[in-house]
């Protein structure tokens, strides 16, 4: 099957609230969907609904040909699901919390090959309590793929997390899918999106205001590239070849270009600086990071 | 058969869980044994007023065992299960392909282990300690307290739906069950004709309390089990798991 997750037309309501109110996207086996979006948008509730917690109100939803609200134990076989906020019975060993949970599961993974796999090997033995949040988090993530699932949820898996330890986590995510295995996640961090996400969701207030790829999402790739520079006399900016703005700093200027070409203007300003003898400081071309483009399209979503 | 594997798999884990917080160990088993000594220790050799005849001891043992598995059954099986559900624990279970009925079966049967030995020792302190005699109908007795262990389980079980969080649990189910163990005159007999002993009628614990302690004691006809006192004890029961299948939370309160 080429699709793991097809989701369609889905809405939730709350009473007379509706927090999601028509969202529709796929994610192709093997591939990472990052499902980004303000805190209440409704990424939860979508995470929700696809882990088999809550209902739908209207809509489909097909995970591995299962309807998660239909699909009951033999749905819960096939996913592995990192809630946000959940411990860990505390006075219990790593790998006993591990074992208890291989009997769970009709075919489950090895229980040596899951601590390898989530670097906890040197953590078998240590109680739950005594572990850091960051190997907690770690342990939630194995215990998650104790059933060998094909497809798993990670809501927020690296939050609060140290920079190293969410680049070892990246590459536990990494690693999951090179097995084939097809991961939705949910975060706030946008590099998170970036490093991992084939393809990435933005929901705001329950709708989807962009989808694509991290290097697209909202014409990323055709938006304009922002040069600047700093230079210490303004005087000689009468003579710069391309429009720009100018911002007056402490004892320089700070020019910049939002450029269409910027081959082009590169050009002309190099021939310029080695013109007339300038030498810009502090020289930076840019495309916007996914960052810039998230808030530009939730700051927009706000005024609808 | 794959079930009754996973059900033993489940008692082993939650006794495990259980036993390694020692706190609730020393709690949970240690509270009646305590009182047991101090009580009977303070009031040996008197007389029960109300129940002549019967020795003041022979009635404390089955009431420290009615105290002792309400505390372990009731008390510690709705914190524990208010904590577990709070911190999401509860709902990590439901996100697995294990049957909810045996996750709590697995609960209950911990509790379960854990009342048959806090009964072997508050037992055997008895005739070791107060020189009570043996259970007068042995297998009654056995009967009786499992009955009432499954009915305060369950009741353990509902009240979590009336406990908002877990910082709420202790004071919510202490404020429950304290005062019913006092008027089911568990600690203190209490007098037939008061209001407060009416009241308590209302209520499983002075039934399952007295069928202790006339299967443990021989006192009453037969084989100490009167349908009265037991089908309070039932109905309370089934009351409860009606109210635990239907409302049972799993998840947090937001």
Redesign the interface.
Same mark, same amino acid.
């Given at each position: 099957m080429d699709n793991a997750i097809v989701v369609s037309g889905l809405r939730k309501s709350y009473g007379d609230l509706e927090a999601l109110k028509g969202i529709d996207f796929t994610v192709k086996t093997g591939e990472v969907l990052a499902l980004l979006g303000p805190n209440g948008a409704g990424k939860t509730t979508t995470v929700e609904i696809l882990? $088999? %917690?809550r209902k739908k109100s209207a809509g489909t939803v097909e995970i591995l040909g299962e309807d998660p609200e239909r699909g009951g134990?033999?749905y819960? !076989?096939r996913v592995g *699901?990192v &809630?946000q !906020?959940?411990? *860990?019975?505390? /006075? &219990?060993r790593v790998v006993?919390v591990l074992r208890?949970?291989v009997? /769970? %599961?009709?075919r489950p993974l090895d229980v040596d090959e899951i601590l390898e796999l989530t670097g906890l090997v040197d953590k078998r033995n240590e109680k739950v309590k005594r572990l850091s949040g960051g190997l907690q988090r770690r342990l939630d993530l194995a &215990?998650a793929l104790v $059933?060998n699932p094909e497809v798993i949820f990670l809501d927020e898996p690296t939050t609060g997390f140290d920079p190293s330890a969410r680049h070892e986590s990246w590459d536990i995510i990494r690693t999951l899918c090179s097995q084939g295995r097809t991961v939705l996640l949910t975060t706030h961090y946008m590099d998170e999106a970036q490093n991992l996400a084939d393809k990435v969701v933005i929901i705001a207030k329950g709708q989807i205001v962009a989808q694509g790829t991290p290097e697209t999402l909202g014409g990323r790739d055709s938006a304009a590239t922002q040069i600047t520079f700093s230079i210490s006399s303004t005087a000689d900016l009468e003579r710069c070849p391309v429009t720009h703005t100018v911002e007056s700093r402490e004892n320089m200027s700070l020019v910049t270009i939002e450029s269409t070409s910027p081959v082009e203007d590169l050009s002309e300003l190099t021939k310029w600086w080695l013109g007339s003898g300038i030498s810009p400081g502090n020289l930076n071309v840019s495309q916007p990071s996914l960052e810039d483009m998230y808030l530009r399209i939730t700051r927009d979503s706000e005024a609808l | 058969m794959r079930n009754a594997r996973l059900l033993a798999s489940q008692v082993r884990y939650e006794q495990k869980a259980f036993w390694r917080n020692p706190a609730a160990g020393i709690f949970t088993v240690g509270f009646p044994i305590m009182f047991l000594l101090i009580f009977g220790s303070t009031n040996h050799s008197t007389h029960v007023t109300g129940n002549p005849g019967v020795s003041y001891d022979q009635y404390l043992v089955p009431a420290m065992l009615a105290y002792g598995l309400m505390n372990s059954c009731f008390t510690a099986l709705a914190i524990a299960m208010t904590i577990r559900r709070e911190s999401g624990i509860l709902k990590r279970i439901k996100g697995t392909p294990l049957p909810p009925y045996i996750f709590l079966g697995g609960v209950i049967g911990n509790s379960v282990l854990i009342s048959i030995l806090t009964t072997v020792i508050v037992v055997t302190i008895g005739i070791a300690e107060f020189g009570v005699s043996m259970p007068t109908h042995p297998a009654a007795f056995v009967v009786v307290i499992l009955i009432g262990v499954v009915a305060f389980c369950t009741m353990g079980l509902a009240v979590t739906i009336f406990v908002p969080n877990a910082d709420s649990a202790p004071a919510i189910v202490n404020g429950i069950y304290l005062p019913i163990i006092f008027i089911s005159g568990v600690f203190f007999p209490i007098s037939n004709t008061s209001i407060l002993h009416k009241i308590g009628n209302v209520f499983p614990v002075n039934h399952f309390a007295q069928s202790l302690l006339a299967t443990f004691a021989g006192y009453g006809p037969g084989f100490g089990i009167t349908f009265r006192e037991f089908s309070v004890v039932i109905i309370w029961s089934i009351v409860s798991l009606w109210i635990a299948i239907r409302r049972f939370r799993w998840e947090p309160r937001k």
């Open positions: 882990e $088999g %917690y134990s033999r819960k !076989e *699901i &809630l !906020e959940c411990s *860990i019975d505390p /006075f &219990l006993e208890q949970r009997t /769970f %599961y009709s &215990l $059933g | -």
